[in-house]
Nanobody, 125 residues
Framework: QVQLVESGGGLVRTGGSLGLSCAAS????????MGWFRQAPGKGREFVAG????????YYADSVKGRFAISRDSDKNTGYLQMNNLKPEDTAVYYC??????????????????WGQGTQVTVSS
């Protein structure tokens, strides 16, 4: 497992942008796939984006495709989620997660064994 700490959440207006960071420690982060999930009040945890550890391929939920971008800097042991053109329905607690898994399992929250504490993103209309 790795230890993960998110930062960068906050309050933004519709159409605005926010960038989230996920700092990893404890293991070789470059060998871990990373995912971002979110959970709105009264709803389950939802896949947002993922990046594989082999080749750095990226995957997105349809609801964020074209607006969000996931990336990683293995030298800094940090992952990122850039969120543009934010909408009120993007309001949620955002979590980063990591695991030594293949790309086909990125979408499933149960595949991950390391989670950050979450950071609140609120988009006002």
């Amino acid at each position: 497992q790795v230890q993960l700490v998110e930062s960068g959440g906050g309050l933004v207006r519709t159409g605005g942008s926010l960038g989230l960071s996920c700092a990893a420690s404890g293991r070789t982060f470059s060998r871990y796939a990373m995912g971002w999930f979110r959970q709105a009040p009264g709803k389950g945890r939802e896949f947002v984006a993922g990046i594989s550890w082999i080749g750095g391929s990226t995957y997105y939920a349809d609801s964020v495709k074209g607006r969000f971008a996931i990336s990683r800097d293995s030298d800094k042991n940090t992952g990122y989620l850039q969120m543009n053109n934010l909408k009120p329905e993007d309001t949620a607690v955002y979590y980063c997660a990591a695991a030594s898994i293949m790309w086909s399992r990125l979408y499933n929250a149960n595949s991950y064994d390391s989670w950050g504490q979450g950071t609140q993103v609120t988009v006002s209309s």
